[in-house]
Nanobody
Framework: QVQLVESGGGLVQPEGSLRLSCAAS????????MAWYRQAQGKQRELVAR???????NYADSVKGRFTISRDIAKNTVYLQMNSLKFEDTAVYYC????????????WGQGTQVTVSS
């Protein structure tokens, strides 16, 4: 069993910054890719950013230039640095991991609330 532990969510002012972390714990797995999704109230869950084991990244158009995804391979941890936050970024943010050596191959964090408010 693999567990994804998220941290870093909270309340932040517009144009402020926040850094989310997601650490994968367990044994017998390797990470193919990790990603951040978000779901705003009344909206569908959407992909925010993704990073592969090799370091390739992809971003949603709505966050490109403001958010940066990175990873620490030794710590099995992915980060999401969020800058220039907007009201529209308010959502529950979910960490997702695509793994090898586990069943199922995908795991979700429980979500962390990010609220952008003045």
């Amino acid at each position: 069993q693999v567990q994804l532990v998220e941290s870093g969510g909270g309340l932040v002012q517009p144009e402020g910054s926040l850094r989310l972390s997601c650490a994968a714990s367990g044994r017998g797995f390797s990470i193919n890719a990790m990603a951040w999704y978000r779901q705003a109230q009344g909206k569908q869950r959407e992909l925010v950013a993704r990073i592969t084991a090799g370091g390739s990244t992809n971003y949603a158009d709505s966050v490109k230039g403001r958010f940066t995804i990175s990873r620490d391979i030794a710590k099995n941890t992915v980060y999401l640095q969020m800058n220039s936050l907007k009201f529209e970024d308010t959502a529950v943010y979910y960490c997702n991991a695509y793994l090898s050596g586990t069943y199922p191959p995908y795991f979700w964090g429980q979500g962390t609330q990010v609220t952008v408010s003045s």
